[in-house]
C-alpha cells in the first residue's frame, strides 16, 4: 500500500496534468498536448459536445476550430483525485468560453462543466487515458450590455484588452497597445521565446 506521502504526490502531479492539458489546448501546443495522454492511440477516449474519439483525432479537430476561428478558453479545476494502484480517476470543475459574433454583435458563451478522467502511470509517469464532461449550464452574454455599445474606445484599440484598457483609460492611466495578446500571436511567441531563452542560459 503506497504511504500518504507517495499518495500526496502522486494527487499532485495529476492535477499539474490535467491543467497542463487544458493549458496546451488552448495555446496550441499540439505535441505536448499529445504527450499528456497515453502513447497507445487506441487505449485513449475523447467524448465532449463536439468530438467523440481518440486523442489524435480530437488534436485534429482542435487544430481546425483553432484555424477555422472558433477559439476557446477552458479553466479547469481538479477537486477529487482517486487512486488505485497504477489506475487513477480525476473529478473537476471547470469551465469553456467561446466568443463569437452574430450580426454583428460579439458574444460570450460560457459553458460550466465536470470533467471526468481515467489516467494510468505508465514508467513512473501519470497518462490520461480519457476526458469526458458533465455538462452543468451554459449561457450567452454580449461582450458590451447595450447601454455601452457606442462605448468611445481609442482607434486603435486592441481586441484582447480594449474593454480593460477603455476602463483603466478613464481612470487616468496610459494603456500599451502592443502588449501580447491572442489578437497578434507573434507578440505572444516573441515573449515566450524571450522567456525560455531566459531560462535555458
Known amino acids: 500500500m503506497a504511504s500518504s506521502t507517495d499518495r500526496a504526490m502522486a494527487e499532485v ?19 505536448k498536448l499529445r504527450a499528456c495522454y497515453h502513447p497507445d492511440v487506441s487505449k485513449t477516449s475523447i467524448e465532449i459536445s463536439w468530438f467523440q474519439g481518440d486523442i489524435d483525432g480530437f488534436i485534429t479537430g482542435s487544430q481546425g476550430m483553432t484555424t477555422g476561428g472558433t477559439g476557446a478558453v477552458h479553466t479547469i479545476c481538479p477537486v477529487d483525485i482517486h487512486i488505485n494502484g497504477t489506475k487513477a480517476l480525476s473529478e473537476s470543475t471547470g469551465s469553456i468560453s467561446i466568443r463569437f459574433q452574430h450580426s454583428s454583435v460579439e458574444y460570450d458563451c460560457v459553458s460550466f462543466t465536470r470533467f471526468i478522467s481515467c489516467l494510468e502511470l505508465i514508467q513512473g509517469e501519470w497518462k490520461l ?24 474606445f481609442v482607434q486603435d484599440a486592441r481586441q484582447s484588452y480594449k474593454c480593460i484598457g477603455w476602463l483603466l483609460s478613464r481612470k487616468g492611466f496610459d494603456i500599451k497597445q502592443d502588449l501580447p495578446g491572442t489578437d497578434d500571436p507573434t507578440m ?6 524571450e522567456s525560455f531563452d531566459w531560462l535555458n542560459v
Open 13 to 31: 502531479e495529476i492535477k499539474s496534468l490535467l491543467v497542463r492539458e487544458r493549458y496546451y489546448r488552448d495555446t496550441s501546443q499540439w505535441d
Open 129 to 152: 487515458l480519457s476526458l469526458r464532461a458533465i455538462y452543468d449550464r451554459d449561457s450567452i452574454t454580449p461582450v458590451l450590455p447595450r447601454e455601452l455599445q457606442d462605448l468611445p
Open 188 to 193: 505572444s511567441e516573441k515573449l515566450m521565446k
